[in-house]
């Protein structure tokens, strides 16, 4: 059971695994969703102008996978968390479905991006809330300016969002706990070095991380059975 003093600030960093456990497919790696698409077509902002009917192929069968997706206990356990910690608490994921907003969680930090938003390629309007699908031969949305919309997500070769926020909530805490995440994609992947031997640095996952040595503490099984026992409320 993770003990919390009344001034400990928790950084929250979830991962793929977490979202897997909802049945949402990962993208990355050997058989992954990404791999058996056509290879990298899609991650990158090269692929959406060269095919953006293509890239937006990808991304409506992505947001039919993620709507389908329930958020396990592990998302419950960490909503909990947050409505005890209040602001002591920082969420940020890697993951751009939105189980956690759907557990309960109402402070998320999306740094790849959201599946269910969208915005311009070109100007600057905000993004936008977006869960409609475009399949062939659906027409590709254009934007009041010309632009044509694109899913909110982060490609490769694109600056993750929310880095100062995130980077000042790094400097900030006490207790640094990562979900779920492989400890090879950057900058996430490197966190953990830069809170160590200031903060107690915690991993929840069914494999060790590739930078398990980073970490004084590692629980190693499905996050929906770690977590509501490690963050169990004290009676
Ligand atoms: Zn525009």
């Known amino acids: ?43 990158t902002h090269e692929a959406f102008r060269r095919d953006p009917a293509l890239v937006w192929e990808f991304y409506s069968m992505r947001r039919r996978a993620a709507s389908a997706a329930k958020p396990n206990p592990g998302h419950r356990a960490l909503a909990q968390l947050e409505a005890r910690l209040q602001d002591r608490l920082f969420l940020c ?16 930090v999306h740094m790849h991006g959201e599946l269910f938003k969208s915005r311009c390629d070109t100007c600057r309007l905000p993004p936008f809330d977006d869960a409609r699908t475009y399949d062939p031969p659906a027409e590709i949305p254009h934007c009041a300016c010309g632009g044509r919309i694109r899913p909110h997500i982060c490609w490769f070769g694109e600056v993750p969002f929310h880095l100062d926020e995130i980077f000042s909530a790094l400097d900030d805490c006490t207790v640094f706990l990562a979900i779920g995440t492989s400890g090879v994609v950057e900058p996430a992947a490197s966190f953990v070095a830069h809170v160590r031997g200031r ?23 499905n996050a929906g059975e770690v977590l509501p026992e490690l963050l169990r409320i004290s009676p």
């Open 1 to 43: 059971m993770l003990r919390l003093s009344p001034a400990d600030r928790v950084f929250i960093l979830t991962g793929a695994g977490i979202s897997a456990e909802s049945g949402i497919p990962t993208f990355r790696g050997a058989g992954g969703l990404w791999r058996t698409y056509r290879g990298d077509e899609g991650g």
């Open 93 to 108: 994921t890697q993951n751009v479905d939105n189980l956690h907003e759907q557990a309960g969680s109402a402070r998320v």
């Open 199 to 221: 903060a107690r640095t915690i991993y929840v996952g069914p494999e060790e991380p590739a930078n398990r040595s980073a970490f004084t503490e590692c629980h190693l099984g």
